[in-house]
């Protein structure tokens, strides 16, 4: 069965640190990957997606993502967060079976 | 807004009522899907819509009953919910299978006593 696993639940930085979030997926073959984000008291929100092409992919407010294949991983980044970003981030991937699975989220606190 | 709205917010309910969550999309979107949000755990899909037609349920107890009358509206029928079934329901829309993300609606936040 097809899952995705963040290893990370609760994540605590101080502004201007960088961030890696770890997202790991199970499948094989072609996969859809995506990084979601949820705001105290918002929905979630997409980040940014891969499909296909260069698996280094750039999303909104600076935040990036790595597809890469041999790790079966899409880890995200942000080389400098800021106190805005403390949110929940949910990693989460389609295969062929074309159901979106998420990961359990990894929260992410920063400090002013 | 992300043109997927879910109604009611908040919903307390008793193990005998009988309640419905609502979710409507604006969006054009042909495939609707329900989401179980509980603490500490992934979110689980719980049905899959694409072109009015259940295309998935995922081992969903009976006192969950989904319902799509078009492909703007899609409802869940809650009856005789257990307190393990408190939890975020999201209700997400897609322009159908492939590669397109989802939009999710705000939630609603169901508590069962």
């Known amino acids: 069965a097809q899952s995705v696993s963040q290893h990370n639940h609760h994540v605590i930085l101080s502004e201007a640190a960088s961030l890696e979030l770890g997202c790991n997926y199970s499948?094989?073959?072609?996969?859809?990957l995506f990084w979601y984000v949820q705001y105290p008291g918002q929905h979630l929100q997409l980040l940014l997606k891969?499909?296909?092409?260069?698996?280094l992919v750039k999303g909104i407010k600076g935040f990036e993502a790595e597809f890469i294949k041999s790790k079966f991983s899409f880890n995200l980044r942000k080389p400098s967060v800021q106190w805005s970003d403390t949110a929940e981030y949910f990693c989460?991937?389609?295969?062929?079976?074309?159901?979106?699975?998420f990961g359990s989220g990894t929260q992410l606190t920063v400090l002013p | 807004e992300t043109g997927v709205t879910q109604t009611p917010r908040h919903l307390v309910m008793g193990m005998t009522n009988k309640k419905s969550l609502k979710c409507e999309q604006h969006?054009?979107?042909?495939?609707m899907y329900w989401y179980k949000q509980s603490a500490k755990k992934p979110l689980e899909l719980m049905f899959v819509?694409?072109?009015?037609?259940?295309?998935e349920n995922n081992s969903v107890p009976s006192r969950f009953s989904p319902e799509c009358p078009n492909s703007s509206h899609l409802f869940l029928h809650l009856h005789t919910l257990q307190p393990e079934d408190s939890a975020l329901y999201l209700c997400?829309?897609?322009?159908?299978?492939?590669?397109?993300?989802?939009?999710f609606g705000q939630g609603t936040r169901l508590t069962v006593v």
């Open positions: 499948y094989g073959g072609t996969v859809n």
């Open positions: 819509y694409s072109l009015e037609e259940r295309v």
């Open positions: 997400a829309s897609s322009q159908g299978p492939g590669n397109t993300e989802a939009f």
């Open positions: 969006l054009g979107h042909n495939a």
């Open positions: 989460a991937a389609r295969g062929s079976a074309r159901q979106l699975t």
């Open positions: 891969y499909f296909s092409g260069d698996p």
